[in-house]
């Protein structure tokens, strides 16, 4: 009997590195996770995730299903910065 593969989910995660108030900043939301940054940093990269979300339900499509090209053309719409996996050497 063949068990069907669940689908795969895909997520934004942005990370701050400029915190210096001692205080830990974690925020979840609809296909995204933030960790860190200062109370500042933290509440852009919140804003931009949402804008986010707003744009792609608009587009009415699924982080997990984007092209890379649409992916980008949406972060660059919400002024996101994206690092992007570098590809492995041969």
């Given at each position: 009997?063949?068990?069907?593969?669940?689908?795969?989910?895909?997520?934004?995660?942005?990370?701050?590195?400029?915190?210096?108030?001692g205080h830990i900043r974690a925020t979840r939301g609809e296909n995204?996770q933030i960790i860190g940054g200062s109370h500042g940093t933290h509440?852009?990269?919140?804003?931009?995730?949402?804008?986010?979300?707003?744009?792609?339900?608009?587009?009415?499509?699924?982080?997990?299903?984007?092209?890379?090209?649409?992916?980008?053309?949406?972060?660059?719409?919400?002024?996101?910065?994206?690092?992007?996996?570098?590809?492995?050497?041969?």
């Amino acid at each position: 009997m063949l068990v069907p593969r669940p689908k795969k989910k895909a997520m934004l995660l942005g990370v701050g590195l400029d915190n210096d108030d001692g205080h830990i900043r974690a925020t979840r939301g609809e296909n995204f996770q933030i960790i860190g940054g200062s109370h500042g940093t933290h509440q852009q990269m919140t804003e931009k995730c949402i804008k986010f979300n707003e744009k792609l339900k608009d587009r009415d499509k699924q982080l997990e299903d984007l092209h890379r090209a649409e992916l980008l053309d949406l972060a660059a719409e919400c002024e996101m910065n994206l690092v992007e996996p570098q590809k492995p050497e041969d």
